[in-house]
């Protein structure tokens, strides 16, 4: 059964980075399109950032060029390299398939950003 596990959250200041990571176990890492998603207090999950297997990628509107996504294929690892980071960024993080997440939903990865 596949799993996610996202890391690499915590508490930064504006203006500042992180780098999530999300590890995907089981066979479906190889064949699907993964997203990161996120989720602030009071609102709806939304999408992040999205990578398909071929290194495509989609970016939600609000990320205006300061988040990348990428794949390491070798470690199943899906990462999220988030820059100038301001408040509206804090949320709790997560990974899974896309369109739909297919797989059990992780604990996330909690981003603070202070301003």
């Known amino acids: 059964q596949a799993q996610l596990v996202e890391s690499g959250g915590g508490l930064v200041q504006a203006g500042g980075s992180l780098r999530l990571a999300c590890v995907v176990s089981?066979?479906?890492?190889?064949?699907?399109?993964i997203a990161w998603y996120r989720q602030a207090p009071g609102k709806q999950r939304e999408m992040v950032a999205v990578?398909?297997?071929?290194?495509?990628?989609i970016y939600g509107e609000f990320v205006k060029g300061r988040f990348t996504i990428s794949r390491d294929n070798a470690e199943n690892t899906v990462y999220l390299q988030m820059n100038t980071l301001t408040s509206e960024d804090t949320a709790v993080y997560y990974c899974n398939t896309f369109p739909t997440p297919r797989v059990h939903w992780g604990q996330g990865t909690q981003v603070t950003v202070s301003s």
């Open positions: 089981g066979s479906i890492y190889n064949v699907s399109t």
């Open positions: 990578i398909n297997s071929a290194g495509v990628t």
